[in-house]
């Protein structure tokens, strides 16, 4: 996998619309991306990325043989390293917190300009959290009611009680406040690759596997209103 300094992001493009998908990903060729694939349906989409193995996945949710959510829940669920993008029509709130929930890094309306577009692809690919604006509030309000909920996912027999250092813990509440890296990177005077190392050593402390689960276990323990 290709990281920030170490060549171009490989990025593939799904989507069941010819004109569009070669649209996009030409978009993003020309902004230096490298375009490792396309696919025009679910199955097709699954096989191709686990071949090309690409840092990010900008994912139609509306795709024949199988739809966007299973794709990705198939692919992050492999690779948990894995970065997708959700490129749709859709702005109901369904299918962004399907989407979210399944393993999407972010969520984009097809609306959304080409400068907005590999924008969103940059900051997907570090990490960043990237929803049109409106969606976002609308995620973090899910992670407040599943963090609600009693849940079995902490049961008894899997205590989880690790030595988080201040600065780790002081990251994971800002990511879990909704803040993006480079907004925790200015706040704290840091690089943008160091939020990273902290969030990374965070995820292997707790044994979780993605922001989605980490957001979930900051909130479950307030940090987000410290």
């Known amino acids: 996998m290709s990281e920030q300094g170490k060549g ?3 990025v593939m493009v799904v989507d069941d619309h010819p004109m569009w998908r070669d649209a996009v990903a030409r978009d993003l060729a020309e902004a230096g991306f490298d375009v490792v694939a396309t696919a025009g349906d679910g199955e097709q989409a699954v096989r191709r990325a686990q071949a090309a193995a ?10 024949p043989a199988k739809p966007g959510v299973q794709v990705c829940k198939e692919l ?3 690779n948990p390293v894995l970065r997708v993008l959700v490129l749709s ?9 399907e989407a979210v929930k399944s393993g999407a890094t972010g969520y984009l309306l097809k609306s959304a300009s080409t400068e907005e577009l590999i924008d969103a692809v ?3 690919a570090v990490g960043d959290p990237v929803f049109t604006p409106g969606l976002a509030g609308l995620v973090l309000g899910e992670y407040r009611r599943l963090a609600s909920d009693p849940g079995p996912a902490t ?6 009680a690790p030595q988080l250092t201040d600065r780790e813990t002081e990251v994971l509440r800002l990511v879990a406040k909704g803040l993006s890296y480079k907004q925790i990177a200015e706040r704290l005077v840091i690089s943008h690759r160091t939020v990273q190392n ?3 050593n965070t995820l292997g402390k707790l044994q979780l596997h993605n922001r989605v689960e980490l957001v979930r276990y900051a909130i479950e323990r307030g940090l987000d209103e410290v």
Request: charged letters at 25%.
């Open 155 to 160: 049961g008894g027999d899997q205590p989880r």
């Open 198 to 200: 902290h969030v990374q």
């Open 76 to 78: 992050v669920g492999a």
């Open 122 to 124: 940059r900051r997907t």
């Open 54 to 63: 690409p840092d990010v996945l900008v994912l139609d949710l509306n795709l």
């Open 89 to 97: 029509a859709s702005g109901e709130h369904a299918d962004v917190l």
């Open 8 to 10: 171009p992001i490989r």
